[in-house]
C-alpha cells in the first residue's frame, strides 16, 4: 500500500479534498490519515465470473496535515510515497501557478535544510570514512542542486544513490502529481500548470461523498465530470509511482495487488506472501480479458488461453496469476 500526502497552501482545498477522497472526518492539530480502496471494475466482473466469497480492493492511503508545510507537517510528508499538490484554480483572485511555486519552494528549503545538516555530519565522519567520503560526494551534488532552486528529480542518480537520498525523506524525490481545485461545472482544461496535472472540484466532491455510488455519478454527470475525483487522483498516483495492478481469482476471492512496472513474476509473487516468492517455481498467467472472453478462470485455460512463465517473466497490467511455490 502507498501513502500519497496531500499538500497545499491555506485556503487551497487540501483538507476539503482529502475529506472528498476519503470520505473520513479529520482531527485538528493532528495528521489525518486515511485508507480508501483503489476503484477497480475488473474486480466485480472477476467476483460474478468466479463467484468468490470475497472481493479485496488494492489500497490508497492519504495523508493530510493541518498546518500544511509546518515541521510536524514536513515529518509527516517525508514518509509518504508521492505527495499531491493542490492549488486553488477558482475566483478572481486565483493564482495557481504561483501557489504551485510557493509549494515547490517550501519543498526545496526543506530538502536543502535536511541536506546541509547531514553534509556537516558526513564532513566530519569523512575524515576518518571511505564509506563516509562517498556519501559526502551525494550529499554535495544534492545540496548544488537543490542550491540552486532544481528538486533532487532532476539528477540521474544511480540505485544505491537513490536508496541512500530517499533515506532521508527527500520530497522532492518524490513523484508530485498537482491537482488543480476548480469550480463546480468547470472544464477539465487546467492553463498554467504542468502537463498531465489534474482538474478536481474538491466542493463537488466533498458533496457526492459518501453518496449511493449511482447517485454520486448521476451527479457529478450533471456538472460534466465524468470520472470522480477519486479514481483520478489514484490514476495519476499509480502513473507518477510507476506502478501496475495485478490480480488473482478463484472462489475464495477475486483481489487487486500492485507492484511496480517492470517487476518479474517472483517479485509479484512476493506482494501476496513472502513465502510465494521464497519458494516460487512458476507463475499460471492469464490476461483478464481473456478470463472475460472465456468467461471463467477454467474455461481460458481449457481453451488454451493460460500461460506458464518462469522466474524472468515480466507481469503486466491486469495479469491474474495463479503462483506454483514449494517452501
Known sequence: MKDVGIVGVPYSGKTTLFKALTSAGTAGGRSNQAVVDVPDERLKVLTDLEGS????????????????????GIAEFRQTDALCIVVRSYGPDADPAGEL????????????????????K???????????????DILERAHALLDSERSLREEKWDEDELKFLRGFGALTLKPWIVAANVAEGASDEV???????LAVSASLEAE???????????LLAGFGVEEPGLGKVIRASYRALDLIT???TGEDESRAWEVGRGAKAPEAAGVIHSDLERGFIRAEV????????????????????LRVEGKDYEVKEGDCLNIRFAV
Do not use: C, N
Not at 511555486?101 to 556537516?120: C, F, H, P, Q
Not at 558526513?122 to 559526502?136: N, Q
Open 53 to 72: 466469497k470475497k472481493t479485496v480492493h488494492a489500497k490508497v492511503r492519504f495523508v493530510d496535515v493541518p498546518g500544511g508545510l509546518t515541521a510536524q
Open 101 to 120: 511555486g510557493t509549494v515547490e519552494a517550501e519543498l526545496l528549503l526543506a530538502d536543502l535544510a535536511s541536506i546541509e545538516s547531514a553534509l556537516e
Open 122 to 136: 558526513g564532513r566530519k565522519k569523512a575524515r576518518s570514512s571511505a564509506e563516509a567520503r562517498r556519501e559526502v
Open 191 to 197: 492553463g498554467g500548470l504542468p502537463d498531465g496535472s
Open 208 to 218: 457526492v461523498a459518501g453518496m449511493d455510488e449511482s447517485e454520486a455519478r448521476d
Open 246 to 248: 495485478f490480480l488473482t
Open 286 to 305: 492469464v490476461h483478464y480479458d481473456d478470463i472475460v472472453a472465456a468467461g471463467s478462470w477454467s474455461d481460458a485455460k481449457a481453451q488454451g488461453r
